[in-house]
């Protein structure tokens, strides 16, 4: 059977027992650490992914992603949604809204500062997340009272409201009399409580659109449309196509606001990536130590190749040979050890956090790890981390193909 003579020997260099233990344990050491670098990279690039992806779906799912406002209001909105989506194929839903900012007031004397918006719950559950952060009542609850109102969990706390309870809203806008200006106030019940586990709760309530309306005496309609996007990132050219729908429209978009938390986290991904990469470097300068105490060990043998007629290009394939062996096997194996890891984080950090009562995400919008294993960025360890290794068994094999069969032989 043909057996290519390099990966003969190279593989038998891998597979043989060395006499010289210490040699053996760096090898393992660097193995290790291979797998160790590829394994912690792809793990910390998933839940870089997760918290960038349940970012994305809190703040997102709750703010619009591009929003179009009209100054003189939208009695016709519904053909402006159909324009929009027939001229932009990025536009996935439409829904209309009207709001303002007020205050709310509770018997229990509770106070808070609101973003009061007023929506139609059939398109609004569509496109926003909030039906499905429900934990008391429901989304449809709006389409059976006029006067209903859901509100966040954490405002609801504040207010000490419970589901049912009464609230006063109290606008800005007073209304003139002749005593003077006097607000404008309107008691709406507590029909459904959200909760997002984010700052949110506390300002977004949502109240049927004609109930808005009706409390700012505007005309029926929308004050404006925002767009749920296939992608979020082009947001800035939906907003640009939207305007010149119609005259005197303006548009806001998600990047205008929150743009910058995205660039943060994506800069914080970039620079931890390259901090990890410094594992993967480390091992690569054992692996280069590792080799080169295995030629100085294994001179004689070289020699006596050397004088049986083995050629200088042979002895460098043998040597690449053995550390790329070694170099797949470390980082496949971290490959498959990270993606196990990685898929299954969020299930340990769950368990971690219950079993030791460590409230590690009281304070923070998830209740365990996310994560969101990408494909590409794991294929690009992975070869990353092989080519390292590979290029760092080149000395050695060089240093190696340098030995002259006589000084070989005179050591031995």
């Not at 929150?258 to 690569?284: C, D």
């Not at 790329?324 to 769950?350: D, E, F, K, P, Y």
Request: aromatic content about 8%.
């Amino acid at each position: 059977m043909f057996r290519p003579i390099a990966a003969y020997i190279g593989l038998r260099n891998v597979s043989a027992k060395n006499s010289n233990t210490f040699i053996s344990f760096i090898s393992l050491i660097s193995m290790l650490g291979m797998i160790l670098g590829v394994a912690v990279l792809i793990i910390v690039l998933s839940v870089m992914n997760g918290f960038e992806q349940q970012t994305k779906i809190k703040i997102l799912g709750i703010l619009p992603q591009v929003a179009v406002f009209s100054p003189n209001r939208l009695p016709d909105w519904q053909n402006l949604a159909i324009q929009a989506q027939q001229q932009d194929s990025n536009i996935q839903m439409i829904a209309p809204f009207s709001r303002t900012q007020c205050m709310v007031s509770t018997p229990q004397g509770g106070v808070s500062t609101i973003l009061l918006t007023g929506i139609v719950p059939e398109y609004e559950k569509k496109l926003s997340i909030v039906d499905d952060q429900m934990i008391e009542g429901n989304f449809e609850s709006l389409s059976q009272q006029k006067n209903n109102i859901i509100i966040g969990k954490a405002l609801a706390e504040s207010l000490k409201v419970k589901l049912g309870d009464q609230i006063t809203v109290i606008l800005p806008q007073g209304t003139n009399s002749a005593s003077g200006v006097i607000p404008r106030y309107t008691q709406f019940t507590v029909s459904g409580i959200y909760k997002l586990r984010s700052d949110s709760e506390k300002i977004f309530a949502y109240a049927p659109m004609e109930t808005v309306n009706t409390i700012l005496n505007q005309p029926q309609g929308a004050q404006g449309l925002r767009f749920k996007l296939k992608d979020v990132f082009k947001a800035p050219q939906t907003a640009d196509k939207a305007i010149q729908l119609n005259q005197g429209l303006t548009a806001q978009n998600w990047t205008m606001t929150n743009g910058n938390m995205f660039k943060i986290l994506r800069m914080q991904k970039t620079m931890i990536a390259m901090i990890l990469a410094f594992i993967i470097l480390v091992a690569g300068f054992n692996l280069v130590s590792s080799l080169i105490m295995m030629v100085t060990e294994r001179t004689s043998e070289i020699a006596i190749l050397k004088t049986i007629g083995a050629s200088r290009n042979l002895i460098v394939k043998i040597f690449i040979f053995q550390g790329s062996i070694i170099a797949i096997i470390g980082t496949l194996t971290g490959g498959l050890l990270g993606l196990g890891l990685a898929m299954s984080i969020g299930t340990i950090s769950r368990w971690v956090n219950t079993t030791f009562n460590l409230d590690l995400f009281g304070t923070y919008f998830v209740t365990e790890l996310p994560s969101n294993p990408q494909a590409g960025e794991i294929l690009l360890v992975i070869i990353g981390s092989t080519l390292v290794a590979v290029l760092a068994t080149i000395y050695p094999a060089y240093k190696a193909a340098n030995i002259q069969p006589v000084q070989g032989l005179k050591a031995e």
